[in-house]
């Protein structure tokens, strides 16, 4: 099945530093959307890109999509401890199917 | 947050008996939708709704079963719970088939 798969699985940085995630599926997409989930609780949407955009920003979020290569990446610049959560991308195959990754654990160390 | 709400937020029972949990909007939110959440399987998706009594099948269905009979309530069955459906379970809602989901807080169901 078409499968959003995040890259590195766990990533630990120093606080300060910038976070970089990768995320890649099997099949065209309509969109691509990164979701981050703090432990115990439910997944929060950050951002949607859509597949004739490159590139999105949101605030410290910069998240850069590769349809040829059918990969996405979501960077965290100037990262802080509040950040440490698990990160999800999730693709929508435009036939009915929204498929999650199974996540990059970021553990900002102070 | 979105006004969304599982219930119970935990819940422990026995192999065999029947088990239902609840999701609520108040957002009026037309798609609705459970995931199971499982170390080293991510969020896969169990069912969804597109309205009143409108649903599909999600990749892992079987044994599940589900209903909404007013736009602001999905519920989620487990007919006979077994102990591979020991999970955490969350509820979600969008607009629209592709937008972004809002996302309860889950319910942590364990089967003995």
């Known amino acids: 099945s078409q499968q959003g798969e995040e890259d590195p699985q766990a990533l630990s940085i120093q606080e300060g530093e910038n976070a970089t995630m990768n995320c890649s599926y099997k099949?065209?997409?309509?969109?691509l959307q990164w979701y981050r989930q703090n432990s115990g609780r439910g997944l929060v949407h950050l951002i949607l890109?859509?597949?004739?955009?490159r590139e999105k920003h949101s605030g410290r979020l910069r998240v850069t999509l590769d349809t040829s290569k059918k990969s996405s990446s979501l960077l965290i610049t100037a990262s802080r401890a509040a950040d440490t959560a698990s990160y999800f991308c999730?693709?929508?195959?435009?036939?009915?199917?929204?498929?999650f990754g199974k996540g990059t654990r970021l553990h900002i160390l102070p | 947050d979105a006004g969304i709400t599982q219930s119970p937020r935990h819940k422990v029972t026995e192999t065999g008996t029947p088990v239902t949990l609840r999701c609520h909007q108040t957002e009026n939110h037309r798609y609705m939708y459970w995931y199971r959440q499982d170390p080293g399987h991510g969020l896969r998706l169990i069912h969804y709704?597109?309205?009143?009594?409108?649903?599909d099948k999600g990749e892992v269905s079987d044994g599940y079963s589900v209903s909404r009979s007013k736009t602001e309530d999905f519920l989620l069955t487990l007919e006979s719970a077994t102990s591979s459906q020991t999970s955490v379970y969350f509820c979600?809602?969008?607009?629209?088939?592709?937008?972004?989901?809002?996302f309860g807080d889950g319910t942590r169901l364990s089967i003995l």
């Open positions: 709704s597109y309205g009143v009594k409108d649903t």
């Open positions: 890109i859509r597949s004739n955009e």
């Open positions: 099949t065209s997409i309509n969109n």
């Open positions: 999730a693709t929508d195959d435009g036939d009915d199917k929204i498929i």
């Open positions: 979600a809602i969008s607009g629209n088939w592709g937008q972004p989901q809002h």
